[in-house]
């Protein structure tokens, strides 16, 4: 089976420990590639500079985008994203936690797939990714989740 890709987009560190946590728990056959700010969300998207090597960087199947990042915000992401012809059926979700309807409303607008609020408690993401997984990209979560290694 051929590993697919999905692109987090993520500026929080914490954030990204509990979603690559998440990622192993269901022992997909998924790569998980993090970028944490939106210059370089488009950067990997085009395959520029630092992300030209596709053998390394390959175009994802699914982009899992915040919309709070240093420089380019993730709602300038999913426009410059629904502009490129190759990626106007690419499945973005934001996961975000922003609740505001006007976030929600502009991220409709630029053609979000779908929205997630981020839950408050971030060690419970598992049960957000794997649906996410099964939806987007076909991949089951196993009837057993893989031991954990965390340790809280």
Not at 66 to 86: A, S
Request: charged share 20%; proline share 7%; glycine share 6%.
């Amino acid at each position: 089976m051929t590993s697919k890709t999905v692109l987090y987009v993520e500026d929080s560190a914490t954030d990204v420990f509990f979603m690559r946590h998440a990622f192993r728990m269901l022992g997909h056959l998924v790569c998980l590639q993090v970028v944490g700010n939106g210059e370089d969300a488009m950067g990997y998207l085009a395959g520029t500079n630092a992300f030209a090597d596709r053998q390394q960087y390959p175009l994802p199947s699914l982009v899992l985008l915040d919309l709070k990042l240093p420089g380019k915000q993730g709602l300038e992401v999913l426009e410059w994203i629904r502009l490129q012809p190759q990626f106007q059926t690419l499945p973005v979700v934001v996961f975000s936690s922003s609740d505001l309807q006007c976030d929600r409303n502009q991220a409709q607008r630029l053609g979000v797939t779908e929205y997630i609020v981020k839950p408050g408690d971030m060690t419970i993401v598992s049960g957000l990714v794997a649906p996410l997984l099964k939806r987007f990209l076909d991949i089951e979560a196993p009837v057993e989740p893989v031991p954990s290694a965390i340790k809280f």
